[in-house]
DNA sequence: AGGAACTATGTAGGCTACCTTCATGGAAGT
DNA sequence: ACTTCCATGAAGGTAGCCTACATAGTTCCT
């Protein structure tokens, strides 16, 4: 029972293709495609059987996949206690994130990181709220976020840790004629024009609270992810947006007010796998973020 | 973190030198040291130290060696699982038993496993009460005894499971003045001669007990193991002797007497690391054991 | 229908890492 | 002082993992 082995059949659940194996391991696929020869050799099971022009996992092959996450954890977790030992955590921490959180809870790590012998390792990426707890195949943390609850979808079986509660305000243009209000409420809202996000994507839930609570639709004109450019179009008149209060700064042609009566915030959560969490150093990563993210809800509140 | 140098450190942490981990692992002192010196570089720690003409662990190689177990069962536990998808439980088991108990329950599991795809292998010892459970590195499973407690010293941390309670009668040459009672108490047997066992050895706490019992000592002339040989020296007149009933057959010289008011009988249990005692194989034949074990403590009732 | 793009998998060869053999040096016991 | 037992080093064989390249099947697009 190779731990190797286990760790290939994870792989293979997840990502569905050897090829896809391949490319995450960096491996070749006959390389793969070897091992799990091996793998089926030394258990004596048949794991995969070929299905269209791919293939998948048997049912026995799906049992050991399942039970790699525990014998992972239980390793990392021996590996964790050795470094308690040891002093201070250490090593390199990639992590995962998406840019405006990112924005918001990096500098704050970075600078806490200062003096320790951690090395983060920071890539970044847009996706709706369902692909973040993919990505944490790719990297030991994950920051991603979720305006409905505090968990984003698919983090079943995932370490999930809240960072900070980062209130979703209005962004007008400054002649807007609602830019004159201290705050907003759903029932100012009717009838007005947005510039909306991707379905799927955390910030449109708040948009369908707004349409629940008045009865009445909003119109979404374009459908935009990166906020700098809301952010301007706002400015030239194209519609109101959503935006995170934590990285918006004053722009010269927007007003940003807050929205209340409806649950317009958004969580930023750390996702992780047991066994990555496991980790020492990982550990510190997320608790030095929850520091960074407690910092910016006094911050801005 | 690999499973093979959490192994290596747990041999040297129970074997206590390099040679000896060499010799129970088949391989040259050299091939262990050098993995030894794998590990401490993967690890990033010093794992050993040199101490006398051998080695000791460090605190960190004594913790990792802890862990070993933990680790180990955890997989043989996903072993497990996949085989009882499988069918049958069916491999090698490999056994180690005192020779009493093993006469006694070996024929009883061979007859239950005939038709199943376990193979036993077995090996037999004579030692103290202690000595049986560091047996449990070399074999699956060891069938010990105790006559004490139900637990054999030395078997923290191993599974115990109690296959059968013998009884321990006292033999006595045919013409002895004890050999027309049909059974025996404590103080019948005060100023009697005995042929005991070495310290250590199960029987002899019984012999303590009667001591205890009648504040009389009892005389002790050989310290024998064999039970064979011990019978034969019993008809030849040379003193009493404890013996177990399942094994003990009628012997021309001798007859054997039932021990009332004290704690005369022993357990025969299997022992059994958690790691060998996760397969499937080895826990049905600690299972067909405990039948055998039932058999026999109702044919001897 | 035919080709392009994808899938897995086979073969040949390089390279790494494990093991063995042989040799060395230190510590303890006689 | 000699023997014995310990660990460890250097040199070489071998097995297993990987890459590169080639092959065959499936799907999709034109």
């Known amino acids: 029972m190779e731990v190797r082995?286990?760790?290939?059949?994870?792989?293979?659940?997840?990502r569905g293709t050897l090829a896809a194996?391949?490319?995450?391991?960096?491996?070749?696929?006959?390389?793969?495609?070897?091992?799990?020869?091996?793998?089926?050799?030394?258990?004596g099971v048949k794991l995969v059987e070929p299905v269209s022009r791919g293939l998948r996992l048997t049912a026995e092959g799906q049992l050991l996949a399942d039970r790699a996450d525990r014998v992972a954890t239980v390793l990392a977790e021996v590996?964790?206690?050795?470094?308690?030992?040891?002093?201070?955590?250490?090593?390199q921490v990639s992590i995962g994130t998406l840019p405006s959180a990112g924005e918001a809870l990096l500098p704050g790590l970075v600078r806490r990181l200062k003096g320790t012998a951690i090395d983060v390792d920071v890539q970044d990426f847009d996706l709706s709220e369902a692909g973040f707890a993919a990505k944490t195949l790719d990297h030991d943390l994950v920051i991603a976020h979720s305006a409905a609850g505090d968990v984003p979808a698919g983090a079943e079986g995932l370490v999930c840790r809240v960072l900070a509660h980062e209130p979703l305000d209005v962004a007008l243009p400054v002649g807007h004629r609602l830019a004159s209000r201290a705050e907003l409420t759903a029932s100012d809202l009717v009838g007005t024009r947005w510039i909306a996000v991707p379905a799927g994507f955390p910030f449109d839930s708040v948009l369908l609270a707004i349409e629940a609570a008045t009865g009445q639709p909003l119109q979404r004109r374009l459908r935009l992810i990166d906020n700098r450019l809301v952010e301007a179009l706002v400015a030239a008149g194209e519609g109101l947006a959503l935006l995170p209060r934590f990285t918006t700064r004053p722009h010269p042609g927007t007003v940003l007010?807050?929205?209340?009566?409806?649950?317009?915030?958004?969580?930023?959560?750390?996702?992780?796998?047991?066994?990555?969490?496991?980790?020492?150093?990982?550990?510190?990563?997320?608790?030095?973020?929850?520091?960074?993210?407690?910092?910016?809800?006094?911050?801005?509140h």
């Open 257 to 300: 007010r807050p929205l209340v009566g409806v649950h317009a915030r958004r969580a930023l959560v750390a996702l992780a796998r047991p066994d990555h969490y496991a980790r020492r150093a990982v550990r510190s990563v997320v608790d030095l973020l929850a520091d960074a993210g407690a910092e910016l809800e006094k911050l801005f």
């Open 21 to 43: 194996v391949a490319e995450a391991t960096h491996r070749t696929p006959s390389a793969v495609s070897q091992q799990l020869r091996t793998a089926e050799r030394e258990l």
């Open 79 to 91: 590996g964790a206690e050795l470094e308690s030992r040891l002093g201070e955590p250490g090593g």
């Open 5 to 14: 082995h286990l760790l290939l059949l994870r792989e293979i659940a997840v």
